[in-house]
């Protein structure tokens, strides 16, 4: 029989509105108690983890990773993905169907599931494709994938465009309990936009991304989610519109659920012109008024939760070498040559986040936008309910998934020392305040920064 007891810590958990000084105790992989600092006398055999000055909350979950497994491990792969995703205080993350091949077979969903069952990490939990080879013309048999372990569907970095799959899909994904995550963006006006639509894309001399193809899509999808009665999830929201279209929704009963990325609420459009493709993704930065939007509706409940996105790229499908020179710091370009525009604008989409979230939403905290145990549910309690899992909270019995946090360590953005395999990131050299100290998974111990060089 197994135990740890972590002692002298914040204890978070709005699941139980606990919020204090607590010490918990864990036996053979499940919570067995939490108590007042004192009432847990010495366990026998125990393991005793000193967690003063320490917020002790139930394991992050992050509803939005790529992994890039199977298919492009020069990008990622599980082993790495979860193991970075530890380092970031994650206990699970749901990892997009966009492999190669698709995941939009059992048997794909049960490699994923037996690889990950290798690894020291976090847990993963399988998202099936919504569509076969996310061609979007045929749905998948959601019935055997979600008996394969897919808690959530989603064609993720690729809309949905014929509304009839979407509401067939939606269906079927309500009759098994389960939601749809949606990449809202409308192709035909997206055109090569390539960063929004702005004074930064005029400046590039670069196609931009109108607000309007977010916004007309996620219109759409409301109005099939209303008549279907299906649960539908909001990926990376990014415009003050479609924000104000949820609100609107959720008065009218229509059950939906929403997320933003940490790049979404912390960077605006202007951060392109010192990372360039480092800061390229879809939906692109926005501007300061929707980046102000979006620190409103955190603070509000609009937005359920805070999820990374988390799309590892090498230097080659990010175009680095064709751009080098043209985004270097101190430089701010302008009327990019065409071929180096062109080259900003067949980059890959997407930037690493799961080693860096912790520490940029308790930037929000910091900076008064909301408390810790708002974070809490933005990053654990509420990703849990959406992924239909027992985690989320530190209740008795529940799977002793656990992210103890340092509020306090100082720490700069160094891709370098990521766990991740790749380094594409806008928050290079950022100062950051706060990151995990440790990640328990099942009772294990997958991180412990103390053990880490240099710590």
Not at 174 to 181: D, E, Q
Not at 330 to 344: K, T, V
Not at 386 to 409: F, Y
Request: proline residues 5%.
């Amino acid at each position: 029989m197994s135990r740890q007891v972590i002692r002298g810590g914040r204890v978070i958990d709005p699941a139980q509105g606990i919020d204090g000084p607590r010490d918990v105790l864990v036996v053979d992989g499940m919570i067995e108690a939490i108590e007042a600092p004192g009432r847990l006398s010495a366990v026998e055999g125990a393991r005793e983890i000193d967690a003063s000055r320490r917020w002790i909350v139930p394991g992050l979950i992050d509803a939005h990773v790529h992994l890039r497994d199977p298919g492009f491990p020069a990008k990622e792969t599980i082993a790495t993905g979860l193991t970075a995703a530890a380092a970031g205080g994650f206990t699970a993350v749901a990892a997009m169907a966009n492999t190669s091949p698709v995941n939009d077979h059992p048997a794909i969903t049960r490699y994923m599931l037996e690889r990950a069952a290798s690894v020291r990490g976090a847990r993963l939990i399988p998202v099936g494709a919504v569509t076969r080879g996310l061609a979007g013309r045929e749905t998948v048999d959601f019935d055997a994938m979600a008996a394969a372990g897919a808690r959530l569907f989603s064609d993720d970095g690729i809309p949905i465009d014929d509304p009839a799959i979407l509401a067939i899909a939606l269906k079927e994904t309500r009759r098994l309990g389960l939601a749809i995550s949606l990449h809202e963006e409308d192709r035909a006006i997206t055109g090569h936009g390539a960063v929004n639509e702005g004074e930064v894309s005029k400046l590039l001399g670069v196609c931009g991304a109108p607000v309007s193809a977010e916004t007309a899509r996620v219109r759409r999808d409301l109005e099939i989610a209303r008549l279907s009665g299906g649960p539908v999830h909001i990926a990376h929201v990014s415009a003050a519109d479609s924000l104000d279209m949820i609100r609107a929704a959720r008065r009218a009963g229509i059950a939906v659920t929403c997320e933003v990325t940490p790049h979404h609420f912390a960077l605006d459009d202007s951060t392109v012109l010192r990372f360039g493709t480092n800061a390229k993704m879809a939906p692109p930065l926005r501007s300061a008024r929707d980046v102000e939007a979006v620190e409103r509706a955190i603070a509000d409940g609009t937005i359920d939760m805070i999820a990374t996105d988390h799309a590892p790229h090498d230097p080659e499908s990010k175009q680095i070498e064709q751009l080098r020179g043209f985004f270097d710091a101190g430089h701010a370009p302008a009327n990019l040559p065409r071929h180096a525009a062109q080259a900003f604008e067949h980059a890959a989409n997407g930037i690493v986040g799961i080693e860096t979230s912790l520490g940029l939403a308790i930037g929000l905290i910091r900076r008064g936008i909301i408390d810790a145990r708002r974070m809490v549910e933005l990053m654990s309690l509420n990703p849990a309910r959406l992924l239909r899992m027992q985690s989320g909270s530190l209740e008795r019995r529940r799977p002793a998934d656990i992210t103890i946090i340092d509020p306090e360590v100082e720490w700069t953005v160094t891709p370098e020392k990521f766990k991740s395999k790749s380094g594409n990131t806008p928050f290079i050299g950022m100062r950051l305040v706060g990151r995990a100290a440790m990640t328990i998974v099942g009772g294990e111990i997958v991180y412990d920064a103390s053990m880490e060089a240099g710590a």
